[in-house]
């Protein structure tokens, strides 16, 4: 089943980091005289809330895609979801850089090669474009889905979300256990958990269970937020930590409503939400680094909003013709491709087939 309204959600997620990295950016390191910008900033300099919003959205299809699934079946559905359209958007990304250079250093060869694989924030290899750090917490939850699947106990979960939301609360205290960033992101943890309690309620599975352990999780989410918008935000008030706790509500809000079934759009809107779901994922991964040298280039000949507008307009024509052009095309094919060579890999499925049957 698939809820359109979460195709908005990841729009408005990825406009949210756009915005906050061209615009929150450029105003912080590029001091404006444009009243426009001024007052866009206030608004803009949020816009890094959209990654929580963006493992929030991860947890709920992450877990349904999970279901009625082997492991193989699982693993492919990722790699084809994530790795070919990143190797084009990293490439891009490299090539720019080669050819335009910007503020930050060169790209070498062994570090472009390490970021194909998408491994480089557990080898200590620098990433390509800075907002590759998100794709790290993204395969340490992936990874564990596909253990719970491999394990057989996937369809456990309040089991698992349990020990997840305890393991989650003592490591915000108490740091402990240790290891827990080893596997998952114990700092954004309880957005993850959000996703999946989202999915089960929906589901009316244990709903007063994982009612609870949603609501609780939104005082970790907030504990999150206070101790790394500092990152973000530049010496935060507490009246700028406050409204970005209010921003995480309103999503848990949403995310509640919809659940509940309250937060509908009308159906001629499908089509379009589908269309601005897809474009997020390649407009994620290209717009930081690549649509800086473009927006640096362009500034001083059309002023510092028209530049920011045109650069946005640019990355969002081009995510559109990666996925129309590129990924739709390569998608179908290569899942096929891997599927039929991973009947191989039989063996390796029999744990999980057997317990999905159950």
Same mark, same amino acid.
Not at 30 to 48: I, Q
Not at 199 to 220: E, G, R, V
Not at 264 to 278: P, T, Y
């Given at each position: 089943?698939?809820?359109?309204?979460?195709?908005?959600?990841?729009?408005?997620?990825?406009?949210?980091?756009?915005?906050?990295?061209?615009?929150?950016?450029?105003?912080?390191? #590029?001091?404006?005289?444009?009243?426009?910008?001024?007052?866009?900033?206030?608004?803009?300099?949020?816009?890094?809330?959209?990654?929580?919003?963006?493992?929030?959205?991860?947890?709920?299809?992450?877990? =349904?895609?999970?279901?009625?699934?082997?492991?193989?079946?699982?693993?492919?559905?990722?790699?084809?979801?994530?790795?070919?359209?990143?190797?084009?958007?990293?490439?891009?990304? $490299?090539?720019?850089?080669?050819?335009?250079?910007?503020?930050?250093?060169?790209?070498?060869?062994?570090?472009?090669?390490?970021?194909?694989?998408?491994?480089?924030?557990?080898?200590?290899?620098?990433?390509? !474009?800075?907002?590759?750090?998100?794709?790290?917490?993204?395969?340490?939850?992936?990874?564990?889905?596909?253990?719970?699947?491999?394990?057989? %106990?996937?369809?456990?979960?309040?089991?698992? %979300?349990? &020990?997840?939301?305890?393991?989650?609360?003592?490591?915000?205290?108490?740091?402990?256990? +240790?290891?827990?960033?080893?596997?998952?992101?114990?700092?954004?943890?309880?957005?993850? &958990? =959000?996703?999946?309690?989202?999915?089960?309620?929906?589901?009316?599975?244990? $709903?007063?269970? +994982?009612?609870?352990?949603?609501?609780?999780?939104?005082?970790?989410?907030?504990? #999150?937020?206070? /101790?790394?918008?500092?990152?973000?935000?530049?010496?935060?008030?507490?009246?700028?930590?406050?409204? =970005?706790?209010?921003?995480?509500?309103?999503?848990? %809000?949403? +995310?509640?409503?919809?659940?509940?079934?309250?937060?509908?759009?009308?159906?001629?809107?499908?089509?379009?939400?589908?269309?601005?779901?897809?474009?997020?994922?390649?407009?994620?991964? &290209?717009? #930081?680094?690549?649509?800086?040298? &473009?927006? !640096?280039?362009?500034?001083?000949?059309?002023?510092? %909003?028209? $530049?920011?507008?045109?650069?946005?307009?640019?990355?969002?024509?081009?995510?559109?013709?990666?996925?129309?052009?590129?990924?739709? /095309?390569?998608?179908?094919? *290569?899942?096929?491709?891997?599927?039929?060579?991973?009947?191989?890999?039989?063996? *390796?499925?029999?744990?999980?087939?057997?317990?999905?049957?159950?």
């Amino acid at each position: 089943m698939r809820l359109l309204e979460l195709d908005l959600f990841r729009f408005i997620a990825a406009m949210g980091v756009v915005l906050f990295h061209y615009v929150a950016w450029y105003v912080v390191d #590029n001091p404006s005289n444009s009243s426009v910008l001024e007052a866009v900033y206030h608004v803009a300099k949020y816009g890094y809330l959209g990654v929580p919003l963006f493992f929030m959205i991860s947890g709920f299809v992450i877990l =349904a895609s999970a279901f009625n699934r082997n492991n193989i079946q699982f693993g492919v559905a990722r790699f084809v979801r994530l790795f070919p359209i990143y190797w084009v958007c990293v490439s891009l990304t $490299a090539l720019f850089v080669f050819i335009f250079g910007d503020y930050a250093k060169a790209v070498e060869l062994k570090d472009y090669l390490v970021n194909l694989t998408m491994l480089q924030s557990f080898v200590g290899v620098s990433n390509v !474009d800075g907002v590759y750090w998100t794709l790290a917490k993204e395969l340490q939850f992936y990874f564990c889905i596909f253990l719970l699947i491999s394990l057989g %106990v996937i369809k456990n979960t309040k089991s698992w %979300v349990l &020990i997840w939301f305890i393991a989650t609360i003592t490591f915000t205290l108490f740091k402990q256990p +240790f290891f827990m960033g080893w596997f998952i992101s114990p700092e954004y943890s309880a957005f993850f &958990i =959000a996703g999946v309690c989202s999915y089960m309620m929906l589901q009316k599975k244990d $709903a007063y269970f +994982f009612s609870t352990i949603f609501i609780l999780s939104f005082p970790l989410a907030a504990v #999150n937020t206070l /101790r790394t918008s500092p990152g973000f935000l530049v010496e935060p008030t507490a009246n700028e930590l406050y409204i =970005a706790i209010g921003i995480i509500f309103i999503f848990y %809000v949403a +995310f509640w409503l919809l659940t509940a079934g309250k937060l509908k759009f009308h159906v001629k809107m499908n089509s379009l939400f589908i269309s601005l779901g897809a474009l997020t994922y390649p407009l994620y991964l &290209i717009h #930081n680094r690549l649509g800086k040298i &473009i927006l !640096d280039g362009l500034s001083p000949y059309i002023g510092e %909003v028209g $530049a920011i507008l045109f650069t946005t307009a640019m990355m969002l024509l081009a995510s559109y013709l990666l996925v129309e052009y590129f990924e739709k /095309r390569v998608t179908k094919h *290569l899942k096929t491709f891997l599927l039929e060579r991973s009947k191989k890999l039989q063996f *390796l499925t029999l744990f999980s087939e057997k317990r999905l049957k159950e």
